[in-house]
């Protein structure tokens, strides 16, 4: 039971011609009666002054109230309207705090809307990230997720295992059924079915983080094959030195642009080589401790340049592009083939199809209908979810195991339950709402 009162200045700082005080607790209605004289009816606007305790006014404004449970945190909130300059706010916030309020946490509201069962816990994250969208796309999926698809999502894949776990602990429960699901085909492809919807869920929640986060980028190759000019065109500008030196780049370089709606980091870097210069191999470790990072690494390749020892060296594990440059030497023509783009960085022919060949390889879709914004931890808990059903599959068809394919059913419910906050330690609750804005 939540038994204080919290406020908080819900709009951004600076100056504004409204500026809002938000207030949720137990002591709203009698706050609002000293602060505004009155209290009005739910959710209809009065217009007054606001005063202190020797009925100084302070300001003038609207003041709205809500009542418990049909508020955004279930609690009694009021919000005072007032004019939006930063001391004005900050004198009302203050008198407010003298009635036995305290001022909010950074996401506390939300927090609260959350533990009284107002929104589950992606909801509560999509909050967070509409606000922090910065593209159109961003924010139309954060407000799908929002309204709760993402969860309903998440919800259904949970309800169908809870099924599948009726059905087997059933039989481990009463054997003398004689039930022999382990033979039972119904099980077997009702796991599919789940699997299959799970990579489904899996492909739409990648797509959702690249809205949220972006796709980080990095740009390698050996020096002068033309990584600071390919950075160029892709930023729109000459945010790198260009010259005929090799090693120009020494230092890692990043630029932030959108494609479509899709946040990219790109990141050019030093040009891989074994050097006697002390800078230029310190460059070299950077370029490298990026690339590990990176969710594509596009290695350019001067066309005319047949050695490639270098693109050897990097990991196996990593997405990557080899990107052939400087086709205008030999007038060849802009080409797309799998993961090799051919193209001019100097002349910008076949940037095109290198953006394109970007957004194909992140799965990326224009079209947003359908998706949801999701997060690292939501793919984490898919990608747990999924290992389990993995090691149930086997349980299943392999060892026989009923028990053992009971219990991984049981914590691959468990994994997708955490998403939206069924099974969220306090831990991960003050993690996540740390991230908010305060006044939200």
């Known amino acids: ?18 500026g809002i005080i938000r207030v949720s607790g137990p002591s709203v209605k009698s706050i609002t009666e000293k602060i505004s004289g009155t209290c009005p009816a739910p959710r209809y606007a009065h217009y007054g002054v606001f005063v202190d305790a020797d009925k100084n006014v302070i300001d003038s404004g609207l003041t709205l109230y809500f009542k418990n449970p049909h508020s955004f945190t279930g609690e009694d909130v009021v919000e005072f309207h007032a004019h939006g300059g930063p001391v004005i706010l900050d004198i009302l916030l203050k008198e407010i705090l003298k009635h036995d309020v305290r001022p909010a946490r950074a996401g506390e509201f939300s927090e609260r809307a959350y533990l009284n069962d107002k929104i589950d816990l992606t909801q509560a994250e999509a909050i967070a990230d509409l606000i922090a969208a910065d593209s159109e796309q961003a924010a139309r999926a954060a407000t799908r997720s929002m309204q709760g698809e993402f969860s309903k999502v998440i919800l259904a894949l949970v309800e169908e295992l809870i099924h599948l776990r009726i059905y087997v602990e059933s039989a481990l429960d009463f054997p003398e059924e004689e039930i022999d699901f382990l033979a039972d085909d119904a099980i077997a492809i009702n796991l599919k079915k789940v699997q299959q919807k799970l990579q489904d869920v899996k492909k739409s929640a990648q797509q959702g983080r690249l809205l949220k986060e972006g796709m980080t980028v990095v740009i390698a190759g050996k020096p002068n094959a033309g990584k600071s000019s390919l950075l160029n065109q892709l930023a729109g500008q000459d945010s790198a030195i260009v010259t005929d030196i090799p090693g120009t780049t020494r230092d890692i370089l990043r630029e932030h642009i959108q494609i479509d709606g899709l946040p990219l980091h790109i990141i050019d870097t030093a040009g891989l080589r074994e050097s006697e210069d ?13 690339i590990e990072k990176a969710d594509r690494v596009l290695y350019v390749v001067d066309i005319e340049d047949t050695e490639q020892s270098m693109r050897d060296t990097l990991p196996a594990s990593i997405g990557l592009t080899t990107v052939f440059n400087k086709i205008d030497k030999n007038n060849l023509a802009a080409e797309l083939k799998n993961d090799e783009v051919y193209l ?12 394109q060949h970007l957004k194909h390889c992140m799965g990326y879709q224009q079209k947003t209908e359908g998706q949801f914004i999701a997060r690292r931890r939501h793919l984490d808990a898919i990608d747990v979810a999924e290992e389990h059903l993995v090691i149930a599959d086997k349980n299943l068809h392999h060892l026989k195991a009923g028990e053992l394919l009971a219990e991984e059913l049981r914590l691959a419910q468990e994994a997708l339950s955490s998403i939206t906050g069924e099974f969220s330690s306090d831990d991960l609750l003050g993690r996540i709402f740390s991230d908010f804005c305060i006044g939200k």
């Open 1 to 18: 039971m939540i038994n204080d009162t919290i406020a908080a200045i819900a709009t951004p700082s600076g100056q504004g011609g409204v």
């Open 278 to 290: 002390v800078v230029e191999q310190e460059g070299v470790k950077r370029a490298k401790q990026m």
């Open 344 to 355: 001019s960085a100097k002349t910008g022919e076949g940037i095109d199809l290198l953006k």
